[in-house]
């Protein structure tokens, strides 16, 4: 039988070899470790918007929306025939003009201006006479053109100083908005292109800032024109979509610089286009209806206009 003192020694012996074991047995609890408050961690700063990513979200917002495509029957019907049909690829009207080269040909610059075109259509093999209004030519370049003698022909605006039939093209790079007198410009452009002859170029309809600017020709209008004069239209592309261009052009003008962030998102191969295109194919439009719909929305389109072989001016 234990004793009293005996179960005292053992108690002792045991708490003895815990603290051996276990130091921090039956000590005072540790104090509490302070954990330090977490840093705190400042938001990303926001990316700012550029323009041109706010306007390709805009495009893309509205773009989203479409369930259907609602279109003036006249559009379609009246210009539709002109437009291509089967392919999304927009013929410029340098392509225009290239195909349409045949050995020999004469070219008419109407509107030659600084003749910046001359070097590019030469090189396609043309033989480039310029015509222009004598006003409408920089005082800068008139020294140049007039050592050019008779490749170089200035007129009034009404007659074309050229005998009938003397072209094979007349050229119209975004000139006919200053045409003062519509009937007349393309009576005497079809007097001076032979049967099959055609006029090419681009036209600017909706932008207003072109000095000394008279008509914006839609494509409906440059039809009408040419049916006047017994010329066909033949041929329309969409070129420059409008909200690209004009917002582009209201930069430039407000700061008179032309280094935009628009720059590369012009012509037809632009996010405008494109969003319209895959809207369209999510809609089921056939390819003719998709590059209508584009050309409803540009500031400028590219054509060709045919004297049809047999026609009177």
């Known amino acids: 039988m234990t004793n009293a003192s ?16 276990d130091p921090d047995r039956g000590g005072p609890a540790p104090a509490p470790v302070a954990v330090p408050d977490p840093v705190p961690v400042a938001p990303p700063e926001p990316v700012p918007d550029t323009l041109d990513a706010l306007l390709e979200r805009l495009i893309a917002g509205i773009t989203d929306r479409a369930t259907t495509l609602a279109m003036d029957g006249s559009f379609y019907h009246e210009v539709g025939p002109a437009v291509n049909g ?4 927009a013929a410029s009207a340098e392509d225009l003009l290239a195909a349409a080269f045949r050995p ?27 015509v222009d209004y004598l006003d409408s030519v920089s005082a800068t370049v008139r020294d140049d053109v007039a ?36 009937d007349l410009s393309f009576g005497e452009i079809a007097r001076v292109l032979r049967p099959g002859g055609k006029l090419i170029g681009q036209i600017a309809y909706l932008e207003q800032m072109q ?28 070129k420059h979509d409008a909200f690209v261009f004009l917002l582009r052009r209201l930069l430039i003008t407000l700061t008179a610089s032309d280094d935009t962030p628009f720059n ?26 998709i590059n ?22």
């Open 264 to 289: 590369g998102m012009m012509g037809p191969d632009g996010v405008v286009h494109r969003s319209l295109i895959e809207t369209g194919r999510r809609l089921g439009l056939d390819i003719r209806t």
């Open 86 to 89: 089967d392919s999304l690829e």
């Open 147 to 182: 050592r050019l003698g008779d490749a170089v022909r200035f007129y009034d605006g009404r007659v074309l100083p050229f005998a009938d039939g003397d072209f094979d093209v007349v050229w119209a790079m975004v000139v006919l908005h200053h045409v003062q007198h519509i």
């Open 104 to 130: 020999g040909a004469r070219l008419l610059d109407f509107g030659c201006g600084a003749m910046h075109s001359r070097p590019f259509i030469e090189s396609l093999g043309y033989a480039w006479q310029g």
């Open 6 to 21: 005996t179960r005292l020694s053992l108690t002792a012996l045991r708490r003895a070899l815990a603290r051996i074991l």
């Open 211 to 238: 000095d000394y600017g008279t008509f914006n020709f839609t494509p409906y209008g440059l039809k009408i024109a040419a049916q006047g004069a017994g010329l066909r239209l033949t041929r329309v592309e969409p």
């Open 292 to 313: 209508l719909l584009r050309l409803l929305f540009c500031t400028h389109f590219v054509f060709e206009v045919e004297k049809i072989a047999g026609d009177a001016p």
